[in-house]
């Protein structure tokens, strides 16, 4: 109760996520000529209003790269499957880009099941076009893990992270209690700690 109590504890959350944020806000002179844009998927939800629609995670990323896209002119993968059996994520992501942000998206890879699978397929996609240097848009915290993928791939990533965010200005004390918003960024986090554990004894 005591450890699931810390975890909840915004200065320990903020903690942990701070210790596997590796990457810089992307800048546009970043890296060596990167040839296109991939998005990694993180889920989607069926809504009443929508149907099979990105998660606000996933909306996260894609507006980036929608914003992205525009100002580098890139062409865009999206890359997730169908975990649970329905909707592939690339499909829903391709989705709302096209109709929503105006973002044409050159591929789509919706076998994935991870971002291990993530990373291989997508890679093995953009072989095929001669692209081996990619804008790489994932959430920081999730970042790390992404780049380690990244190398086993053989795709050479320019990060582009999306930030969590946090409470600007003066925080009312109210926020620095215990909550389910920071046990939930904490879970997060430890889950990227430990992949990225296991990834490298592999």
Known sequence: M????LLAT?????????????????SPTAGKGPQAIVILGNGLRHTP????????????RIRYG?????????PILVTGGSPL????????????????FNAPVRWKETRSLDTED????????????????????THDYHMLRSLAHCNVSGL?????????????????WVYKLPNAGAL???????????GYIVLSIK
């Open 2 to 5: 005591v450890l699931i109590l």
């Open 10 to 26: 915004p200065a320990v959350s903020g903690l942990l996520l701070r210790s596997i944020n590796v990457a810089s806000p992307f």
């Open 49 to 60: 209003e929508y149907g099979d629609t990105p998660s606000p995670m996933t909306l996260d």
């Open 66 to 74: 929608a914003t992205l896209a525009r100002q580098t002119g890139l």
């Open 85 to 100: 059996g329905s909707t592939a994520e690339a499909e829903g992501m391709a989705s709302v880009l096209e109709k929503e």
């Open 118 to 137: 993530n990373l291989n397929y997508s890679a093995a996609i953009l072989k095929k076009e001669h692209i081996s240097r990619v804008i790489l848009i």
């Open 156 to 172: 050479i990533c320019i990060p582009a992270p999306v930030s969590l965010g946090e409470p600007g200005g003066d925080v009312s």
């Open 184 to 194: 939930e960024a904490s879970s997060m986090a430890l889950h990227e700690i430990i």
